[in-house]
């Protein structure tokens, strides 16, 4: 059997063993007990969303009658549901027994704190949000099991139906399941939800969700945030299903059943306009079959096969059927002619640019207004030019990831961060939602990587936390941490550039990809969530200056991707609250970086890229070199190429101090200016076309030969690739010659260092 075959059988039987928490858990709070007084209601107006600083055009059209409609599960569908979005009553409390009395009306499925939902209110800690309705089952359903499905709830959910308790979760990112049959009554039956969610005051997995909002942290989203729907099937039904497909045409579904009575299992596979390529049968469980020369799936042609499950008893007659899909891909980590590792998409080398993609909404928060809202996110990456997004510490529902299947948008998935001081227990609850995730995501072609942290957000055993991923689900890649706190394990090198573009010195077996950079920033009038104190990593005055702007970082990543850059993610999709470095406003209303100069830019990132020949090394690249450097300034002179240096001091670079970020400090430099020299040799004048490479904190100037070469203000983070001036180029020459450098610095760290490199 294949190895990729028995990987993947062995992910099957991983996905089902992932039991479902409950309320045992040591980490469940006191259970919340069941009604004990009569329900009363107070007066209500009707619903309406709440005031907000800003809106978006589909949250104007959410009325409680069309509040996300759409089947929630494309993954596993059947024909008949009832979807329960709408209007609940809500209650907040901080006792542990039902209320009394609902103070309201919420609009679910949207948070209790945003705007749509009609309420718009924070929980506090200790509170609990208590949701209300009843439901009438259609008379069709009689005779069958009954199941009620929470896409998520934020974060532990205790469940009553009729005055009895059915179920209960912890998690707030992953979907669940309860068999409600033997509590329901004839006629109405009434449902009741108890939430708790300490956000930042526990220790779970939430992101980038915090009580005061500041920053890069944003307003929470306690309780409902995604569909809640119930579903009619067989005594005997599928009850999870599990699909790997890859690039040689093997595909692999494993079933779970429940109801004792399945014995086989049929599964079937038809091209996108209904022809049968394949099938299998045999027992349930996991069954195999394979497809000569599938399409395979791919951003430039994101290609979709249905898939149809049944299940039959002993004597073949069907007990349950469910309509899926699947993208045949792979992706994996190769070294290249050159010996650099690359990121492969179905055998091929893919450099991978898109958004650092946060997910949120100024009228929704967690919760999109509308599945054309979430569409026109994943369209804008295409619009851009981008082939991917890296989902940013929260899980979407899964239409967002069917949208990427569908759209061709590769995902980075990122598991939503904790707090950084972590109990045993949390740790634990970590792994278990963690495995959710993996389990519950991982039937979408469109992800390719996983990442298990970043930043050093609760970060926490690393090495082992990558190995259990790995284990999980050997078809994707991981990134163990997405920029500062590298273990050395996982499928790639991740480093953060703020604006950058940079990367990581290449290795041997991972590749090299940068998991964030730009962060360009620019506040449009009326569009801001906060008039005043919005920020970004670097800030601009116009749309033309940031569109040049970034078109200048995009436009050197080629050369990086030459040297062995795998991938780039830009900060980010849209403004989120009071940062305001999107490519877009918050609202969705206005572009600030202009697609159509962007789009241009983009393409040349899957070209094949040039290549560097580095005539004098920078220190970022191994090349630390000695150079005559002063703290006091010299005569006019300084730079020229006859100027005796002979009294200077001399130096490795780079020139600065510790902790500047991207620094290579060879010599410290802590005074406010200095003034470098270094001699090199040439053989014969450059062919080719020569680049500075400078990384500068702060404003620097450059000659060559005494004559000025580049001029910069402000700083970098990292080392950039600049071009040089004519004159400057024009005044090399066979024989000696010198590059001087002149920086200043007014606060903060600083650091200067230079180099020169040919593009073949």
């Not at 979807?83 to 209650?91: P, V």
């Not at 890296?390 to 998935?413: A, I, M, N, S």
């Not at 990086?560 to 490519?583: F, H, K, M, P």
Request: aromatic content about 10%.
């Amino acid at each position: 059997m294949p190895n990729h075959v028995t990987r993947a059988l062995a992910v099957l039987s991983l996905a089902f063993a992932c039991a479902a928490p409950d309320a045992t858990h040591p980490l469940a709070p006191t259970r919340p007990l069941a009604p004990t007084r009569p329900l009363a209601t107070t007066p209500r107006e009707a619903w309406k969303p709440t005031e907000v600083a800003l809106t978006t055009r589909w949250g104007r059209q959410v009325r409680p009658e069309n509040a996300w409609r759409e089947y929630p599960r494309p993954t596993m569908v059947r024909e008949r549901w009832l979807n329960l979005n709408g209007l609940w009553e809500f209650a907040i409390d901080a006792g542990e027994e039902r209320p009394s009395a609902f103070q309201g009306e919420i609009l679910v499925p949207f948070p209790l704190e945003s705007s749509l939902s009609g309420v718009g209110r924070r929980l506090a800690r200790g509170e609990r949000l208590w949701y209300r309705r009843t439901f009438d089952l259609p008379r069709e359903w009689s005779g069958e099991r009954v199941l009620l499905h929470f896409g998520a709830v934020d974060w532990h959910a205790l469940v009553l139906l009729n005055g009895d308790e059915v179920g209960s979760h912890l998690g707030g990112y992953d979907p669940f399941t309860l068999d409600i049959t033997d509590a329901l009554q004839t006629g109405e039956n009434e449902l009741v939800v108890a939430v708790l969610d300490p956000t930042d005051a526990g220790g779970q997995p939430r992101g980038k969700q915090v009580s005061k909002p500041e920053g890069i942290w944003y307003t929470p989203s306690s309780g409902i945030w995604q569909t809640v729907w119930l579903e009619p099937v067989p005594q005997t039904f599928v009850r999870g299903a599990v699909v790997r497909a890859d690039s040689q045409g093997d595909l692999v579904v494993g079933i779970e059943a429940q109801g004792g009575a399945a014995e086989q299992m049929r599964i079937e596979l038809s091209s996108a306009d209904g022809v049968r390529v394949a099938s299998a049968s045999g027992p349930v469980g996991v069954q195999r079959l394979r497809v000569a020369s599938p399409r395979v799936w791919s951003p430039d042609d994101p290609y979709l096969y249905d898939l149809r499950v049944t299940l039959f008893d002993r004597a073949g007659v069907a007990l349950d059927e469910i309509q899926s899909y699947c993208g045949f891909r792979d992706i994996a980590v190769a070294r290249d002619e050159h010996g650099a590792p690359r990121l492969l998409l179905n055998g091929r080398a893919l450099f991978q640019f898109g958004p650092l993609d946060q997910g949120f909404w100024p009228d929704g928060l967690y919760t999109a207004p509308s599945i054309d809202a979430l569409r026109f996110d994943i369209e804008a990456v295409r619009r851009m030019g981008g082939n991917m997004l890296r989902k940013h510490v929260k899980v979407e529902p899964e239409l967002f990831y069917t949208l990427c299947d569908r759209l061709g948008v590769l995902v980075w998935q990122d598991m939503p961060s904790g707090n950084a001081d972590q109990s045993p227990e949390w740790r634990e609850n970590f792994e278990r939602e963690l495995r959710e995730l993996v389990r519950d995501r991982g039937h979408h072609p469109s992800i390719v990587m996983w990442v298990p942290f970043n930043e050093g957000w609760g970060q926490h055993e690393t090495e082992r936390i990558t190995a259990l991923v790995e284990q999980l689900d050997p078809s994707r890649l991981v990134d163990d941490a997405s920029g500062w706190t590298d273990a050395g394990v996982g499928d790639v090198i991740d480093i953060h550039a703020y604006p950058g573009p940079a990367m990581a010195a290449l290795e041997a077996r991972r590749a090299s990809v940068l998991g964030e950079f730009g962060g360009l920033g620019l506040p449009l009038e009326g569009h801001t969530w906060l008039a005043q104190d919005n920020w970004g990593y670097r800030s601009f005055a116009s749309r033309e200056e940031l569109t040049a702007a970034y078109l200048a970082l995009v436009e050197q990543l080629p050369l990086l991707i030459g040297q062995g850059l795998c991938a780039a993610v830009y900060t980010q999709t849209t403004d989120v609250e009071i940062e305001v470095n999107g490519w877009l406003t918050y609202d969705r209303e206005q572009w600030k970086i202009d697609p159509e100069r962007a789009l241009p830019a983009t393409r040349k990132l899957y070209e094949p890229p040039p290549r560097s020949k580095e005539l004098l090394k920078h220190a970022g690249n191994g090349g630390a070199a000695e150079w005559s450097f002063t703290f006091d300034a010299p005569s006019p002179a300084w730079s020229a190429l006859e100027f005796d240096a002979s009294a200077w001091k001399r130096g490795l670079s780079g020139f600065g101090t510790t902790g500047t970020p991207g620094a290579f400090v060879g010599t410290e430099w802590s005074a406010s200016e200095i003034w470098l020299r270094r001699e090199f040799e040439l053989a014969s004048p450059p062919s080719g076309e020569l680049r500075l490479w400078l990384h500068h904190d702060e404003a620097a100037e450059v000659y060559l030969n005494g004559v000025l070469a580049a001029k910069v203000a402000g700083y970098t983070t990292n080392y950039v690739l600049l071009e040089l001036s004519p004159e400057a180029r024009a005044v090399l020459h066979a024989g000696r010659n010198v590059l001087a450098i002149h920086c200043t610095q007014t606060t903060g760290g600083q650091y200067i260092d230079a180099g020169l490199a040919l593009l073949e």
